[in-house]
């Protein structure tokens, strides 16, 4: 059903009636009088005093056009207003219906009583409902730092003022933000990230107002300084180790990651490098580059890997099983010893009785007697050189837009 619009008292035309000698006068208000395209609009005529007794009333619009007009209680209606405007005879009043853009203009009455007359207008403007407004950008996929953005909103009908918000905050003149002067379009200037919205944009006029859809931008950014991970997390790693590593950016779209140990690409691309069963020759600095194939941004971050392996026979370990063993066989030894001693010993005394004294040192040196030495100060394990604490040396470099073969040499192989 079609919604109407009625103005009451849009155009209040009072008739008042002086002295005999002031004459018949009306008044009516300054203001214009809108009216909606398909609505309804009345003028209401108040008679001072209420029984005075009108001879003739006419309706004109832009004092050309007849709307209507009667004489006593004959009344006529103007082409094209039969069935669309009524007059009130009580009241002298006059509506119009299922108004249209032609109906806008001045409408002036003219009444006579007794001889006097009296004639007072009133401008209506009819003003088409407004439509669901839109929201369109001069940039498809913004870039961070890169771009300015122009948002433009547009309705159907062209009387129409315009308000932006932020979400559920309205948008104003700020450094980087600046509106039109009718407020129609809204530019942003070095677009952030935090620029995504969403925006709506709030068009109204004197009859109707109505919300766009909501607007967000897709703002490309990044990547920004990437974070390393390794799990298990040690200072070094003993060969057959097996180790990951995580590469992460804020990025939009998702970065892309490559792998290099050394400043040499492993041709391993991806969030993660696993590595298993890892050997001395591994360790090194790794690098994980991160790319933005939008932006035509890159940045990196790096982690040295320490591997080490221990020398054979240097270092013993001393369980209490092996500790209680090395006791019980320096004690048997000793035992062992001693009795040699004393067989020889008891050997040379009974040469002597028998007067016969064997060549003992001769003896000794064509079988010496079995010894036990102590070694003192064994080499130690060689520890290598020191490694500092890895630490996360990180770089952020960006590329103009057109600077394509710089990027593209990066998908190859990075230098270190």
Not at 116 to 129: G, H, I, K, N, R
Request: aromatic letters at 8%.
């Amino acid at each position: 059903m079609e919604q109407r619009i009625k103005a009451a008292v849009c155009a209040v035309l009072s008739v008042a009636l002086r002295s005999s000698c002031s004459g018949l006068s009306l008044t009516t208000p300054t203001s214009r009088i809108f009216g909606r395209v398909g609505g309804d609009v009345t003028f209401d005529v108040s008679p001072y005093p209420s029984n005075v007794v009108l001879q003739t009333v006419t309706w004109t619009l832009n004092n050309i056009n007849t709307v209507v007009s009667s004489v006593g209680s004959t009344v006529s209606y103007g082409v094209g207003y039969e069935g669309r405007a009524h007059l009130h005879t009580m009241t002298e009043s006059l509506s119009l219906f299922r108004l249209t853009l032609r109906d806008s203009g001045q409408y002036s009455v003219s009444i006579t009583t007794g001889g006097e007359s009296a004639s007072a207008s009133v401008t209506l403007q009819v003003l088409d409902p407004v439509s669901v407004p839109t929201i369109q950008s001069n940039v498809p996929n913004p870039v961070e730092f890169n771009d300015t953005v122009t948002l433009t909103c547009t309705a159907s009908v062209s009387d129409v003022s315009y308000r932006w918000f932020n979400g559920s905050s309205e948008v104003s003149d700020t450094q980087r933000i600046l509106l039109s002067a009718d407020s129609r379009t809204l530019t942003i200037s070095g677009v952030l990230r935090s620029d995504d919205g969403p925006f709506y944009c709030y068009v109204y006029n004197h009859v109707s107002n109505d919300t766009s859809s909501p607007f967000s931008l897709d703002v490309k950014y990044g990547p920004d300084l990437p974070t390393l991970s390794v799990r298990p997390n040690k200072p070094v790693y003993a060969p057959g180790s097996s180790l990951i590593l995580k590469c992460s950016a804020q990025s939009n779209p998702t970065a892309q990651y490559q792998w290099f140990l050394n400043g040499t690409s492993l041709n391993k691309r991806g969030q993660e490098l696993e590595i298993r069963n890892i050997q001395v020759d591994q360790a090194g600095n790794y690098t994980c580059w991160a790319f933005n194939d939008v932006t035509l941004r890159y940045a990196a971050v790096h982690r040295v890997i320490d591997v080490r392996a221990s020398s054979p026979g240097t270092v013993f370990i001393l369980t209490t099983e092996s500790l209680a063993g090395t006791i019980i066989g320096s004690f048997l030894g000793g035992v062992l010893v001693s009795v040699i001693a004393f067989l020889i010993g008891n050997s040379i005394r009974k040469g002597q009785l028998c007067g016969k004294v064997p060549d003992v040192k001769a003896d000794i040196n064509e079988h010496p007697p079995s010894t036990y030495e102590n070694v003192h100060n064994m080499k130690t394990m060689d520890k290598g050189p020191s490694v500092t604490s890895p630490s996360a040396d990180q770089h952020y470099m960006g590329l103009l837009p057109g600077k394509q073969s710089i990027y593209h040499s990066l998908q190859g192989q990075i230098p270190a």
